[in-house]
């Protein structure tokens, strides 16, 4: 499984962001997959995470405001991230695999920065 994240960006407190993970390499559809961030200095978090049947888990930093989808085409994940903060500013990952921890997932992409300005 290849993993190419994008959509990441410059953008101010409050503005929103699409980020996308494009997967390739065997089908999608049915793979647990999720979002990690990380800071200069701090360790890789967890933000987000889908399942085979579209189950959902959320960080509590972001529940409510981010949400993670499947696209159409099954090979394409998404996280819309609305009423971004400052404390958002990190390089985001997607990973595959199912859970909030790092290890729990086996597969990366290359990571995306989001810088959220005050």
Partial sequence: VQ?????GGLVQ???????????????????????????????????AAINWSGTTLYAGSVKGRFTISRGNAKNTVYLQMNFLKPEDTAVYYCARGWGTT?????????????????
Wanted: aromatic residues 12%.
């Fill in 13 to 47: 407190a409050g503005d929103s962001l699409r980020l996308s993970c494009a997967a390739s390499g065997r089908t999608f559809s049915n793979l647990d997959m999720g979002w990690f961030r990380q800071a200069p200095g701090k360790e890789r978090e967890f933000v």
């Fill in 3 to 7: 993993l190419q994240a994008s959509g």
């Fill in 102 to 118: 790092p290890t729990e997932y086996n597969y990366w992409g290359q990571g995306t920065q989001v810088t959220v300005s005050s």
